[in-house]
């Protein structure tokens, strides 16, 4: 009984990461630091941290596993952490290595364009759509540049 108690016990100086989207478990590994975008600007979370719940923002995930920085662009959404665990649930996430450029790029030009022809107060449903979407192609792009791409 001891074994299954000590198996399953928080190891000390890791965080476990699991990162959800409504796809399914993106990231679900055992990591070292954890640097996220929130609404209130980009935070940090090392293991032993205070609880801690925060709304995320479209943005680049960064984490630090077995000495190598892994970039993910990630949605919308919210992020839990705690001293042993850090929980991200989000609209969407895609590894650097996996973003489409091309794809990113027209996207950030179209919604720009988009973003430029509104007349009016910059409010409502539609400002906040394309500004999300704004936001999600740029966290593409710039999580992509992090990993070495252009």
Same mark, same amino acid.
């Given at each position: ?6 198996? %399953?016990? &928080? ?12 796809a399914g478990a993106a990231v679900h590994k055992d990591v070292d ?17 205070? &609880? ?5 923002? &479209? ?30 649930? %989000? ?20 919604v720009t364009a988009k973003l430029d022809a509104l007349a009016g &107060? ?29």
């Amino acid at each position: 009984m001891a074994d299954t108690a000590q198996a %399953t016990a &928080p190891r000390s100086g890791i965080l476990r990461l699991d990162v959800v989207t409504p796809a399914g478990a993106a990231v679900h590994k055992d990591v070292d630091q954890v640097e996220a975008p929130s609404v209130a600007g980009e935070f940090g979370v090392l293991p032993g941290h205070l &609880p801690l719940l925060a709304a995320l923002k &479209p943005g680049v995930l960064r984490y630090r596993s077995e000495g190598k920085t892994f970039v993910l662009a990630v949605g919308a959404g919210f992020a839990e952490a705690g001293p042993d665990a850090m929980t991200l649930l %989000t609209d969407r996430c895609v590894e650097a290595g996996d973003v489409d450029l091309a794809a990113a790029r027209t996207d950030l030009e179209k919604v720009t364009a988009k973003l430029d022809a509104l007349a009016g &107060p910059r409010e409502g449903e539609e400002f906040d759509e394309l500004s999300r979407q704004s936001l999600w192609a740029q966290a593409q792009l710039e999580a992509a540049r992090e990993a070495g791409r252009s």
